[in-house]
């Protein structure tokens, strides 16, 4: 028996045969083109190809899964009409006259390179998207079609270097117990998608698939991220029992995933949603979430020249607002830095980063932006419950500076009679240690905090994020991590301001008892983990969870910390 662990992208337990998905391989040959015309109408044709095959898809999506899961593919035909990777195409093709297929490839992966460089897995899965519809338009322009006479006939568990949403919806379910991938992370497409469609799977399990042969049975741990390999028979027989549990308690969390999550002793927790668009929002609000704690808004500033306008801004934030009248929205202004050169906004390579010249401290030498960008979501919140955050925080001034952007837009909307939010709240994000220690001083300024505790941990163990070697020592139940959040959730508390947490820390079950006894007003997170985070907090009473905090904030490790909550969860009281 042989257990390699990878991440859980969405939930259930399978036991079934491996069937490995080699996807066509095809080989792109930069050539020099003579007749320029000729090779843009060749793009052209292409593109019009991809588009029915991607109509025909969204359709397929929408008569086996749902609107939601096809308009991933109505993305995919905007794409083809985004201008930045149309014209991209054809001036590549102009200016160094190399064929379509190698303009094709170098615009969409240069693209796709940038959104990956943010370092946030958001956009890291918006990447594979534009890959995903690249390729589709270099088979459209080799005339390579998708041959669905490989795929298995039997029931199997898929296994894949990667998958591309394309790929994902392109098998027959009935035939599909679970995907299993090498790479990709837990919100990629195919994530969403298999979790939509109710298929448990497994992404980054480092598995060498040339070791695998088709037809072994393995078995799929969604919950776990486990793939065993080769399982004895009592190892089927205890999994068999653990399928039975967890799918009693998935059709329970389902079933009340539009209730309030309110503990036993009657407190309510506010359970909103991590997005990044419409798509995503109209996600979270099917499973429950009650508002958004974290909307981001890089993806505005990305591949362009120049600084977006105000009114495509405001169209955009639009579009998200439109979906969440009466829900409270928390919506992050800029976070990107100098891990990606962006000529227009300033930034540049820098040797560290994560420590440099980003987020909020491009205000001292960048106002402009954040101005514009607090002019454009005021307006566009005219009408919604709008708070405004501030990402990457680590002392006052900033928090003043900004401030005063703030207030500045506001006189100027008002001067020029524009409709805006008219009681938006203002606060910060609580991801840099000075900031959670000073709690107490940057609470009188500020509405709220929202602690995002993916950077927190970062920079209170020092451990870089991005690097999977030292990712064992950056867990966020490490107790210094927990002091932190405690100090903030305590001096917000004296000066009668709420708390989120909206890092990945909130959608964690485990997370649950020690949020909850720390006194946390708000847990954000990503849709599909709404549904368990309620049934949990469901189970537990403040009271009881304050006792399992107060012990952990005295443990000396997170794995301590860990054990303590495993042996706690499974009986909250
Ligand atoms: C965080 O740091 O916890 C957070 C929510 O922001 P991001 O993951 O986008 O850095
Ligand atoms: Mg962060």
């Not at 460089?117 to 594979?128: E, I, K």
């Not at 359970?271 to 505005?300: H, M, P, W």
């Not at 607090?374 to 001034?397: C, H, T, Y």
């Not at 207030?407 to 840099?432: D, T, W, Y």
């Amino acid at each position: 028996m042989n257990v390699v662990k990878g991440l859980p992208a969405s939930p259930g337990i399978v036991v079934g045969e491996a069937w490995i998905y080699t996807p066509i391989k095809y080989q792109i040959e930069v050539e020099a083109i003579k007749d320029v015309p000729a090779e843009i109408a060749r793009f052209k044709n292409a593109i019009k190809k991809a588009e029915v095959q991607l109509q025909s898809l969204e359709k397929k999506a929408l008569e086996t899964i749902g609107a939601e899961e096809a308009a991933i593919f109505e993305t995919h035909q905007l794409f083809l009409q985004d201008p930045e990777l149309t014209e991209g195409v054809t001036n590549l093709v102009r200016e160094k006259n190399v064929n379509a297929e190698t303009a094709v490839f170098r615009t969409f992966s240069s693209y796709a390179d940038q959104l990956e460089m943010l370092d946030d897995p958001y956009f890291a899965a918006r990447a594979l998207d534009i890959r995903d519809v690249g390729q589709r338009v270099v088979h459209c322009l080799l005339g390579i079609e998708f041959d669905n006479s490989q795929l298995p006939s039997k029931p199997v568990i898929i296994l894949a270097d990667d998958l591309t949403p394309s790929d994902t919806v392109q098998f027959d379910k009935q035939y599909v117990l679970g995907f299993i991938t090498v790479r990709g992370g837990p919100t990629s497409h195919t994530a969403i998608l298999a979790r939509s469609l109710g298929i448990p799977a497994i992404v980054s399990a480092p598995l060498d698939l040339a070791q695998i042969t088709n037809g072994e049975t393995l078995v799929l741990n969604g919950q776990s991220g486990d793939v065993i390999l080769a399982p004895s028979e009592a190892k089927l027989t205890e999994i068999n029992h653990q399928r039975g549990d967890l799918q009693l308690a998935q059709e329970i969390a389902l079933k009340a995933a539009h209730e309030p999550a309110i503990t036993l002793d009657g407190h309510h927790v506010e359970i909103v949603a991590n997005v990044g668009d419409e798509i995503d929002t109209k996600r979270a609000i099917s499973f429950g979430a009650e508002g958004v704690g974290l909307f981001r808004t890089e993806f505005l500033y990305l591949d362009r020249n120049a600084l977006p306008t105000e009114q495509e801004q405001i169209t955009a934030y639009q579009k998200v607002f439109d979906l969440l009248t009466d829900k409270p929205i928390v919506v992050r202004t800029l976070d990107i830095g100098g891990d990606k050169t962006v000529p227009y906004l300033g930034l540049t390579e820098e040797p560290n980063p994560f420590l440099g010249w980003r987020a909020i401290r491009m205000i001292d030498e960048r106002p402009e932006i954040l101005l514009g960008q607090f002019r454009a979501l005021l307006q566009a919140g005219a009408n919604a419950d709008l708070r405004i955050m501030l990402p990457l925080v680590s002392n006052l001034k900033e928090v003043m500076a900004a401030k005063e952007l703030f207030e500045e837009a506001q006189e100027s909307l008002r001067r020029e009679g524009k409709p805006s939010a008219e009681q938006p709240q203002f606060g910060i994000m609580v991801e840099v240690p000075s900031v959670a220690i000073m709690a107490d001083v940057f609470a009188p300024h500020v509405d709220f905090f929202s602690i995002g505790t993916n950077d927190l941990t970062q920079y209170t163990l020092a451990v870089d994020r991005m690097n999977e070697r030292v990712a064992k020592l950056g867990s966020p139940f490490n107790p210094a991590v927990l002091r932190l959040i405690k100090m903030t959730i305590d001096s917000a508390h004296q000066h009668g301001k709420w708390v989120g947490l909206c890092g990945a820390f909130g959608g964690d079950v485990n997370a649950v008892p020690l949020l909850l006894g720390m006194g946390l007003d708000e847990f954000s997170m990503a849709p599909s983990l709404i549904p368990e985070v309620k049934a949990t907090i469901r189970r537990w009473s403040v009271e009881r969870a304050q006792q399992v905090a107060s012990q952990a904030l005295n443990m000396a490790s997170a794995e301590e910390v860990e054990m303590w909550v495993q042996l706690t969860i499974t009986k909250p009281e």
